[in-house]
């Protein structure tokens, strides 16, 4: 296969920067889809090594030359690389990283850079629906009052610090950036970003060489507590990099090299693969534009409003709020995130524990409730298990055999009454409304005709849409007990 110019460029950049790739790899660049991937031209074996990568080629905010201004604003994490990213950029072939920005797209297709009509369009209702707007919110914000000050200390286009191009940077820091190690940080690592991604079939694992000295300067900035408050565009949970020294030459001049090792046999000609984790399409699309079909990591959220909602739709306000308390006060709680509590259904359909204790508290009869609440003291110390095993035989469950409970999942087939199976449903179809009037087979008559290439973005939603109303699809009939934790019953 004819190697494009772009390619050239990037093979030589290679050489010129000490990163070292197999003659066993060929990198492939597919003019359909204007994306490099990675193919073995002969049988690789577990152990293999094919690749290796020094950390000074590497980009980060200690190899950027923005370095003084980037780390003298408190920038760090991934705010900080993006910044690192832009200010590259916008050296052009003066950048020790132009060739290397010569294989990556000008921004990933991400939906965070999808125009508000597309996201209207083509997410509402599913996972990412409010999560991108917030984005949007959260990263204009830091770019107001973390980017826009610096913009002046730059001897550059202006223009290349918009915020148009911190969106197109954070996209490609998102998808293909690393955590390194404590003292280059988070990085872009040329080569072993091109690997594409598949869930629990990877060929290749990223190690750092060890070192035989240490430093104790390479630790002087922790990006820890940075990184934790980074928004799930951050990447953090994509890194596959790691770090066996405790850290590098703080000058930098002794670095460790990443290694590619061969982790999986690939057969001569087969893509080469890396993974992301096991990360679910609502997850996979937020980060890096794109979605895999039955996906087993896939879940649905349904959000404590939407419960509440359905709850005050049942009993009065005073009922549900009491309800809820009790619930809190026994140490029950839903997910959080962004100001939101909210309760997973699993990919086949299984709804998280917690939200099966809070309707069945939000249904006890009154006698049982009142009973419960003279038992709070006792019952606020206990484990979870403990706990619902008094919650549910305070419900009065005849079939109840305390004995015979051995973990909290051994519960879940107690606490499903036939009010919190009706409720299941009910909120299964509160939360497949918010999808709108189109149905699920007018969704997976749509995916069967799109095409991933030429309609990226509307496949890749629809591959979202369909899994998720599937998922809700499949509580449905957990809670009608056809699921997988019950049986049907013979017909005589």
């Known amino acids: 296969m004819t190697m494009t110019r772009r390619l050239r460029s990037f093979h030589r950049w290679m050489r010129s920067n000490g990163v070292e790739c197999s003659d066993a790899l060929s990198l492939v660049d597919?003019?359909?889809?204007?994306?490099?991937?990675?193919?073995?031209?002969?049988?690789?074996?577990?152990?293999?090594?094919?690749?290796?990568?020094?950390?000074?080629?590497?980009?980060?905010?200690?190899?950027?030359?923005?370095?003084?201004?980037?780390?003298?604003?408190?920038?760090?994490?991934s705010l900080g690389l993006a910044v690192a990213v832009m200010y590259e950029r916008a050296l052009g072939p003066s950048s020790q990283w132009h060739d290397y920005f010569g294989v990556l797209?000008?921004?990933?297709?991400?939906?965070?850079?999808?125009?508000?009509?597309?996201?209207?369009?083509?997410?509402?209702?599913?996972?990412?629906?409010?999560?991108?707007?917030?984005?949007?919110?959260?990263?204009?914000?830091?770019?107001?009052?973390?980017?826009?000050?610096?913009?002046?200390?730059?001897?550059?286009?202006?223009?290349s610090f918009s915020l148009d191009n911190y969106f197109s940077a954070k996209t490609l820091v998102s998808s293909r950036a690393f955590q390194i190690?404590?003292?280059?940080?988070?990085?872009?690592?040329?080569?072993?970003?091109?690997?594409?991604?598949?869930?629990?079939?990877?060929?290749?694992?990223?190690?750092?060489?060890?070192q035989t000295e240490s430093d104790d300067e390479g630790d002087d900035v922790d990006n820890d507590d940075e990184d934790d408050q980074i928004s799930d565009l951050s990447g953090d949970e994509q890194s596959s990099?790691?770090?066996?020294?405790?850290?590098?030459?703080?000058?930098?001049?002794?670095?460790?090299?990443?290694?590619?090792?061969?982790?999986?046999?690939?057969?001569?000609g087969s893509e080469v693969f890396n993974t992301y984790g096991s990360t679910g399409n609502a997850a996979l699309l937020h980060r890096y534009g794109f979605t895999e079909p039955d996906n087993p990591f896939d879940i649905v959220n349904i959000e404590l409003t939407v419960v509440l909602k359905y709850c005050t739709s049942q009993?009065?306000?005073?009922?549900?709020?009491?309800?809820?308390?009790?619930?809190?006060?026994?140490?029950?709680?839903?997910?959080?995130?962004?100001?939101?509590?909210?309760?997973?259904?699993?990919?086949?359909?299984?709804?998280?524990?917690?939200?099966?204790?809070l309707l069945y508290i939000i249904y006890l009869n009154e006698k049982s409730f009142d009973k419960l609440g003279t038992m709070m003291e006792s019952l606020v110390?206990?484990?979870?298990?403990?706990?619902?095993?008094?919650?549910?035989?305070?419900?009065?469950?005849?079939?109840?055999?305390?004995?015979?409970?051995?973990?909290?999942?051994?519960?879940?087939?107690?606490?499903?009454?036939?009010?919190?199976?009706?409720?299941?449903?009910?909120?299964?179809?509160?939360?497949?409304?918010?999808y709108g009037s189109v149905s699920l087979k007018d969704d997976e008559r749509k995916l069967k005709e799109c095409s991933s290439v030429k309609e990226r973005k509307l496949y890749h939603s629809l591959v979202l849409r369909v899994s998720e109303r599937?998922?809700?699809?499949?509580?449905?009939?957990?809670?009608?007990?056809?699921?997988?934790?019950?049986?049907?019953?013979?017909?005589?």
């Open 30 to 77: 597919d003019p359909s889809t204007k994306s490099i991937s990675v193919f073995s031209l002969c049988d690789l074996r577990e152990g293999d090594l094919v690749a290796t990568i020094p950390k000074s080629a590497c980009l980060t905010i200690r190899t950027c030359g923005a370095r003084e201004a980037i780390e003298a604003a408190g920038l760090a994490g």
């Open 381 to 434: 110390n206990e484990d979870e298990l403990c706990c619902t095993v008094n919650l549910i035989e305070v419900g009065g469950n005849c079939s109840f055999k305390k004995d015979s409970i051995q973990n909290v999942n051994d519960l879940n087939k107690f606490l499903l009454t036939k009010s919190v199976c009706k409720a299941l449903v009910k909120l299964a179809d509160l939360r497949e409304n918010l």
């Open 470 to 492: 599937r998922i809700l699809g499949r509580l449905r009939d957990y809670a009608s007990n056809v699921g997988p934790r019950s049986k049907k019953r013979k017909i005589l």
């Open 315 to 357: 009993f009065s306000r005073r009922h549900t709020r009491s309800r809820l308390a009790l619930w809190r006060n026994l140490n029950f709680s839903g997910c959080s995130s962004q100001n939101s509590e909210y309760f997973e259904v699993s990919c086949d359909g299984e709804p998280q524990f917690e939200l099966l204790t």
């Open 105 to 159: 797209p000008e921004r990933e297709c991400v939906p965070l850079v999808w125009s508000d009509e597309e996201l209207e369009s083509l997410l509402a209702g599913t996972e990412l629906d409010k999560i991108i707007k917030q984005d949007k919110q959260f990263l204009s914000e830091d770019w107001k009052e973390c980017i826009e000050p610096l913009i002046g200390s730059f001897d550059l286009d202006p223009d």
């Open 241 to 268: 990099v790691i770090d066996q020294s405790t850290s590098s030459s703080a000058q930098g001049d002794n670095p460790a090299a990443l290694e590619m090792i061969i982790i999986r046999d690939a057969n001569a």
């Open 181 to 210: 190690d404590k003292y280059y940080g988070y990085g872009m690592v040329p080569l072993a970003d091109l690997f594409n991604h598949k869930t629990g079939a990877e060929h290749v694992h990223f190690t750092s060489v060890s």
